[in-house]
């Protein structure tokens, strides 16, 4: 089993910046894409940005240019860089990874408001 916990949420003002990780647990070997998607109340849940494990990456227009994922193999854990934040980017955001199965993190709330 693989388990995926997600820290760094919280309460920002606009254009604030904040910093999410999620560590990878368990039977890791098999994950290749990891990433982040949100969901904000009333909306389907959306990609953000995802990373392989050879380090491409591809973002959302949304968030591109403002946002950056990383990953750190040796750690098993992925980051999300999150600068310029505006209210809409108010989310749960959540921490996937994909191989054979996929999996996802229980999430954490990031707050964007004055």
């Known amino acids: 089993q693989v388990q995926l916990v997600e820290s760094g949420g919280g309460l920002v003002q606009p254009g604030g910046s904040l910093r999410l990780s999620c560590a990878a647990s368990?039977?890791?070997?098999?994950?290749?894409?990891m990433g982040w998607y949100r969901q904000a109340p009333g909306k389907q849940r959306e990609l953000v940005a995802v990373?392989?494990?050879?380090?491409?990456?591809n973002y959302a227009d949304s968030v591109n240019g403002r946002f950056t994922i990383s990953r750190d193999n040796a750690k098993n854990t992925v980051y999300l860089q999150m600068n310029s934040l505006r209210p809409e980017d108010t989310a749960v955001y959540y921490c996937?990874?994909?191989?054979?199965?996929?999996?996802w993190g229980q999430g954490t709330q990031v707050t964007v408001s004055s």
């Open positions: 996937a990874g994909f191989g054979v199965r996929e999996y």
């Open positions: 368990g039977t890791i070997s098999g994950i290749n894409v």
């Open positions: 990373v392989t494990g050879g380090g491409t990456s």
